[in-house]
């Protein structure tokens, strides 16, 4: 069955220290992936998306993710984090290209330590 | 303002009792769907409609029922809630059924069934 993992939680970091949150998942192909944030109070809104090509993708409010296929990984990273991006984030994977097909994985709250 | 409103934000009913959830967009989108957000389950799919009068189930889409008569509207009905439907509902809307439009969400509707 398909998979997506989030290993870790909770995180805490200090303000302008760097972020990254991991995401692995269980396929053989390679998926559609994205990951989404969910501020307080709010909808998951779409940080960034990979379907193909270069392996660097670059999102909204400076975060970027790396997918490595050898490692079925999409992490998400941000140079210098900042107290407005505490928040839950999900990763998300497709297989079918198809909306109604992507799978969650349970999120990483991320709070942030002046 | 254009996008997705979700009514109401918060609801607490008794076990037995109906309870419809209302989602509305404004962006003319085809498709939309209704997930349920549990701690450690990340977001899970209950229905989606891919245009007015279609509708489709997703992964948890026992004990709920949706209809979609006008585009813009996609509302969810509980038709005898239980406690273990207590959650945080949230509708989104998406262009296309491809997934690389990213998925647009409302701000969620946290319902607490006693």
């Known amino acids: 069955a398909q998979s997506v993992t989030q290993p870790d939680i909770h995180i805490t970091v200090s303000e302008g220290a760097s972020l990254e949150l991991r995401c692995n998942y269980s396929y053989g192909a390679t998926p559609y992936l994205f990951w989404y944030v969910q501020s307080p109070g709010q909808g998951l809104q779409l940080l960034l998306k990979?379907?193909?090509?270069?392996?660097l993708v670059q999102g909204i409010k400076g975060f970027e993710a790396e997918f490595k296929r050898s490692q079925s990984s999409f992490n998400l990273r941000k140079p210098s984090v900042h107290w407005s991006d505490a928040a839950e984030y999900f990763c998300a994977v497709d297989r079918y290209s198809s909306a109604s097909k992507i799978i969650f994985g349970s999120g990483t709250r991320l709070s942030i330590r002046p | 303002d254009a996008g997705i409103t979700q009514s109401p934000r918060y609801k607490i009913t008794e076990t037995g009792r109906q309870v419809t959830l209302m989602c509305h967009q404004t962006?003319?989108?085809?498709?939309m769907f209704w997930y349920r957000q549990d701690l450690g389950h990340g977001l899970r799919l209950i229905y989606y409609?891919?245009?007015?009068?279609?509708?489709d189930k997703g992964e948890v889409p026992d004990g709920y029922v949706v209809s979609r008569s006008k585009t813009e509207n996609f509302p969810l009905t509980l038709e005898s809630a239980t406690r273990s439907q207590t959650s945080v509902y949230f509708c989104?809307?998406?262009?296309?059924?491809?997934?690389?439009?990213?998925?647009?969400f409302g701000e969620g509707s946290r319902l607490t069934v006693l």
């Open positions: 989104a809307s998406s262009e296309s059924s491809s997934a690389g439009d990213g998925l647009f």
């Open positions: 409609s891919a245009a007015a009068d279609i509708t």
């Open positions: 990979y379907f193909s090509g270069d392996t």
């Open positions: 962006w003319s989108h085809s498709y």
